[in-house]
């Protein structure tokens, strides 16, 4: 079984940055593509961002060029930069795999 921890979430000011970090409890990363999605309060989940097997990545317009989704496939972790923070990025962040996810991580940018 898979299990994924979310990290890095905490109170930030807009305009802040912070980094999350999604550790693999197995190396699955060589095998899949992964990627990071968030709950805003009265929102469903959404995709924030993504990245393959091979680097390939997506973003969603409200966080391009703002956040940076990147994997170390050999210390098994997922991350996401996130810069120029805005109120309306304060959520529950969630790492994916396949069909494993993580507890959530969650992150508050103050106005």
């Known amino acids: 079984q898979v299990q994924l921890v979310e990290s890095g979430g905490g109170l930030v000011q807009a305009g802040g940055s912070l980094r999350l970090s999604c550790a693999a409890s197995a190396n699955i990363f060589r095998l899949y593509s992964m990627g990071w999605y968030r709950q805003r309060p009265g929102w469903q989940r959404e995709l924030v961002a993504d990245?393959?097997?091979?680097?390939?990545?997506f973003y969603a317009d409200p966080v391009k060029g703002r956040f940076l989704i990147s994997r170390d496939d050999a210390k098994k972790t997922m991350y996401l930069q996130m810069d120029s923070l805005k109120p309306e990025d304060t959520a529950v962040y969630y790492c994916?795999?396949?069909?494993?996810w993580g507890q959530g991580t969650q992150v508050t940018v103050s106005s």
């Open positions: 994916a795999i396949e069909s494993y």
């Open positions: 990245i393959t097997r091979g680097g390939t990545t």
